[in-house]
């Protein structure tokens, strides 16, 4: 997309954003992991939000609690991060009182890519993206912030991801994968690293990047193949089974009503072979970022 809201570029020097802190939800997360080891000595103090006490990291200081519970701190803050659900988020920052110069928040190409799916909760996902899309980009703009809005496609890296470490997992239990004969729907696998780095590049640039940004991987690929591909690193050994689609459709029913599935639905299955494709440009020309190719190493799915 890459739009911006409408309001003015706010300026801010390195040295000065040295100074006040960032704070950020959701480092405790498969993205959070990614953005702290990213982190380096010249980014200004982390402050970090999580319900479970965590072990101390360079640069962070840790407030436990809950976003609903979550006091606005006294300290100056630079900049506010999001890297967790952004409903959540959006809802808690309608309620605070800060006005940082700049927030970044991630969002999900799930906006688009499931708004007209089979699947009723699928539906409602791509409703709640949007309309906290809205009520975050509303709230920012009425406290003059800047907001950098980044929508990741399908991310992997750290084998905690909903979807190629739940596909890898199932076929290193079963030896095998079934997968229907039309499953070359294109996907553009972003690996965490780089959407981690695109957070850290709005927040450190030395003017601010407002706008909403779709952040694609840097390969578009057929389902199929980016499967194949995770298989290879991740259960060596295991092969992909074609089935016709009644066939294989067959058989995810009986697997879901046997809760073998975890969250895969209708809507999941009637994607496999639709293309679900963004523009990289918009991203790449804001933040300078170039996100690698689809080349998942081992560590991308962990034992």
Avoid at 34 to 50: K, Q
Wanted: charge should be positive; include cysteine.
């Amino acid at each position: 997309m890459g739009a911006a809201f409408g309001y003015a570029s706010i300026m801010t020097s390195k040295s000065d954003a040295a100074k006040n802190a960032w704070l950020v939800f959701g480092l405790s997360g498969p993205l959070g992991q990614a953005f702290t080891l990213a982190m380096d000595d010249a980014d200004p103090h982390v402050i970090g939000v999580s319900r479970a006490v965590r072990p101390a990291l360079p640069g962070v200081s840790w407030r436990q609690g809950s976003l609903a519970e979550f006091i606005d701190p006294a300290e100056p803050l630079a900049a506010i991060a999001s890297l967790g659900p952004l409903d959540d988020f959006a809802r808690w920052f309608e309620r605070s009182a800060l006005a940082p110069a700049r927030i970044v928040a991630i969002g999900s190409t799930s906006v688009h890519g499931k708004k007209a799916s089979p699947d009723p909760a699928e539906r409602a996902l791509a409703r709640a993206l949007g309309d906290a899309e809205r009520a975050l980009a509303a709230a920012a703009d009425a406290r003059g912030c800047a907001l950098t809005l980044l929508r990741p496609t399908l991310m992997y890296g750290n084998g905690r991801d909903r979807t190629l470490s739940r596909l890898v997992a199932l076929a290193r239990r079963w030896r095998l994968l079934p997968l229907p004969v039309r499953a070359g729907g294109l996907r553009q696998p972003v690996h965490v690293e780089d959407v981690a780095a695109a957070v850290l590049a709005a927040l450190r640039a030395d003017a601010a990047r407002p706008g909403i940004f779709d952040l694609p991987g840097g390969e578009t690929l057929p389902f199929d193949e980016m499967v194949r591909r995770s298989l290879a690193v991740g259960a060596p050994g295991a092969r992909l089974i074609r089935l016709p689609g009644p066939v294989f459709r067959a058989g995810v029913g009986l697997l879901r009503a046997l809760g073998r599935l975890g969250g895969a639905g209708s809507g999941v299955m009637a994607r496999l072979d639709q293309d679900l494709v963004y523009d990289p440009a918009p991203a790449r020309t804001a933040l300078g970022q170039a996100p690698r190719g689809f080349a998942p190493s081992d560590t991308a799915f962990p034992p």
